[in-house]
């Protein structure tokens, strides 16, 4: 069965540092996701992406937020200048189409800020 | 702005019936869904409703009522492999997707 695949694992790394964390959705899936969940609490919607641009971002997802697809294949979050708060478990999905009711979510990657 | 409420805690015995209610405060509803997540794994799906009603999938059901903001998840025959956390998702018509709170399930024997 297809799955969602997301690299690393998990990420440590210094405050002020950028991460670049990758996902590949399943293949043809057209619809992107980052949620991020912090140890504890509920999944937090970031951002939607399709056909190559955001179409909806929350108020978590600031400037520091940037999605890319850069290629056909991959689908990476990167966060410019990491904050301690930004420690969590971060995962991306994705849906066949829009209104579909499932979103097929990775494993997720551990984002440790310190 | 969405917000959903679910309890916190649900504990039932192996072989059981159990209900899981998720209330919700939204705008542009467009669907509820409901995923399991055990610990330090991933959401998975489970069941959609964007009709109210019943939906069946196996041992799972899920049911919505939309004049009423509610739905509820309802596990059949309980397993001890179904202790995990349990969440209410409600989406929207860009599929966003905003999750309660989460409702840990424990199964005893």
């Known amino acids: 069965e297809p799955e969602v695949t997301q690299t690393p694992s998990h990420q440590v790394t210094q405050m002020g540092q950028e991460v670049i964390l990758r996902c590949v959705p399943i293949?043809?899936?057209?619809?992107f996701y980052w949620y991020r969940q912090i140890l504890g609490q509920k999944v937090e919607f970031l951002v939607s992406f399709y056909n190559n641009e955001i179409s909806e971002k929350s108020e978590i997802f600031d400037d520091q937020f940037s999605v890319e697809r850069p290629d056909g294949s991959n689908f990476t979050l990167k966060i410019r200048s990491t904050k301690l708060e930004d420690s969590a478990m971060y995962f991306c999905?994705?849906?066949?189409?829009?209104?579909?009711?499932?979103?097929?979510f990775g494993p997720g990657t551990r984002l440790l800020v310190l | 702005g969405q917000s959903l409420e679910q309890p916190s805690e649900v504990t039932a015995v192996e072989g059981a019936i159990v209900q899981i209610n998720c209330t919700y405060q939204t705008s542009g509803f467009y669907g509820l869904s409901w995923y399991q997540q055990h610990d330090g794994g991933a959401p998975t799906f489970l069941s959609y409703?964007?009709?109210?009603g019943l939906e069946e999938t196996g041992r799972f059901s899920s049911f919505l009522s939309r004049s009423d903001s509610y739905g509820y998840l309802l596990l059949q025959e309980l397993q001890m492999k179904d202790s995990a956390s349990y969440f209410c998702a409600a989406s929207n018509a860009g599929n966003m997707l905003t999750f309660g709170g989460g409702t840990r399930l424990m199964v005893k024997p």
């Open positions: 409703n964007a009709l109210d």
């Open positions: 999905a994705s849906s066949q189409l829009q209104g579909t009711e499932t979103q097929y």
């Open positions: 293949s043809n899936h057209l619809y």
